[in-house]
DNA sequence: ACGATCAATAACCGTTCGGTTATTGATCGT
DNA sequence: ACGATCAATAACCGAACGGTTATTGATCGT
């Protein structure tokens, strides 16, 4: 789980790669060429970022034709909230609240 | 909140800091050398990540004498549980949706 | 007063990172 | 069949990163 969280950590780390998964997850699936669009980097750029993304497990990718939709995985970032929980008594009750969601979307 | 989020995920990415984190929030105030000695890193190395967790508002330093006790201020998660949890309302909706559906469905 | 200790800073080094442009490979529309 | 489009890869570049050793500054014990 260690590593998970290093991971998943270094992933979100990056302003223009946590936009990028911010998005996925307000709007669902999205091509390559809509991502570009509105993040302010090169086409290589973004294919570059989600490579990394779905390195970390927080993004997959369905190939269609030429074009490839991705969409956020969610449950990737369950290390994140163990870490958390594990290490901030302060916000328990919080972080209760949110392994629960986790857990059910686990399914 | 968008750069505090960012510091804070930044700051956190790194194996060797977030251990150093870590520790300070399992033993509480430590001085810098009783931290060397688990770290396996250099002392500057040690004192260089602490600044930079200081930066983030991770953790205070508190000089007593030639030694400088430091601790974590668990305070200063509060950008990354936000960030998870706008995530997570985000994820609730769905479910909801999902489930209103799977209700109607039924019928 | 002086040597030892603690922590921060300086100076440096190799690697990784995030970005670019150019190119390739595959698939679509006509 | 062919030009256009979409996405991934290659090759490269400067900056930032994480580490080191050496040094400095301050404080402690004797």
């Not at 969280?5 to 936009?19: G, N």
């Not at 669009?37 to 086409?43: N, P």
């Not at 290490?87 to 686990?106: P, S, T, V």
């Amino acid at each position: 789980m260690q590593v998970r969280a290093d991971i998943v950590f270094k992933s979100l780390s990056d302003p223009t790669r946590r936009a990028l998964f911010e998005r996925l997850c307000r709007e669902g699936e999205l091509t390559v060429w809509e991502l570009t669009d509105a993040a302010r980097v090169s086409q290589p750029a973004v294919s570059k970022h989600l490579g990394q993304l779905k390195s970390a497990g927080l993004v997959r990718g369905r190939r269609q034709g030429r074009e490839t939709h991705y969409s956020a995985e969610t449950k990737a970032l369950k290390p994140l909230v163990d870490w958390l929980g594990f290490y901030a008594a302060f916000w328990r009750e919080k972080f209760d609240a949110l392994e629960n969601l986790l857990n059910r979307m686990d399914q």
